[in-house]
């Protein structure tokens, strides 16, 4: 008997420890588990606003980049347009077969040299340009079929003019307008 008395007492003294141990244990898991959750929110958190604040830096240093596109390829409109093309190309004596090439390879050069624009600029900017080149390549085209290989160089620009005449707005100055409202939404404005 004395012995189940022992067992007793040991049981009454190791029971409840037992007990306390497991409910210490369940109060430190549980208070873990929420500081673990806690710090998990705080770093998503922490690596979602340094993400978000990469994000505005590459957009930041992007934006000159992007208006610089915006600049090159308006200046390439304003050099194929008419006036300014004429001027740079026709030489006195050529013929309108001579001038019909170079104004061609001109425009096409000059495009090419801004192909890389593209990967800045918006799509439809993009397609604006390349439908006042090839406008541009038809105009000059027509001009030349109007004129026929016997004709000057002079006759050839004066139909390229007449043509020009023709049209509500240049093909370049309709790109161009537009490659200022795609920069204007770029800026905010």
Do not use: C
């Not at 210490?24 to 208070?31: D, G, L, N, W």
């Amino acid at each position: 008997m004395n012995q189940s008395k022992d067992y007793s007492d040991l049981l009454l003294y190791f029971v409840p420890a037992f007990l306390v141990l497991v409910a210490m244990f369940m109060v430190i898991k549980r208070s873990l588990d929420t500081y673990l959750i806690t710090m998990r929110k705080f770093l998503d958190r922490d690596i979602q606003l340094k993400s978000m604040d990469d994000r505005a830096t590459r957009q930041k240093e992007g934006i000159p980049l992007k208006l610089q596109a915006y600049e090159r390829l308006v200046l390439f409109l304003e050099r194929i347009n008419p006036n300014s093309i004429l001027v740079r190309v026709h030489r006195g004596g050529m013929t309108a077969g001579q001038l019909q090439s170079d104004l061609v390879a001109t425009i096409r050069a000059e495009f090419e040299h801004n192909l890389s624009q593209q990967i800045y600029v918006s799509e439809q900017a993009w397609d604006e340009v390349k439908n006042a080149k090839e406008d541009m390549i038809r105009i000059v085209n027509n001009a030349f079929n109007q004129v026929g290989m016997n004709g000057t160089g002079i006759q050839m620009s004066t139909q390229i003019f007449e043509q020009v005449l023709k049209t509500e707005m240049l093909p370049a100055q309709r790109a161009i307008d537009f490659l200022k409202s795609d920069a204007r939404k770029l800026l905010g404005n």
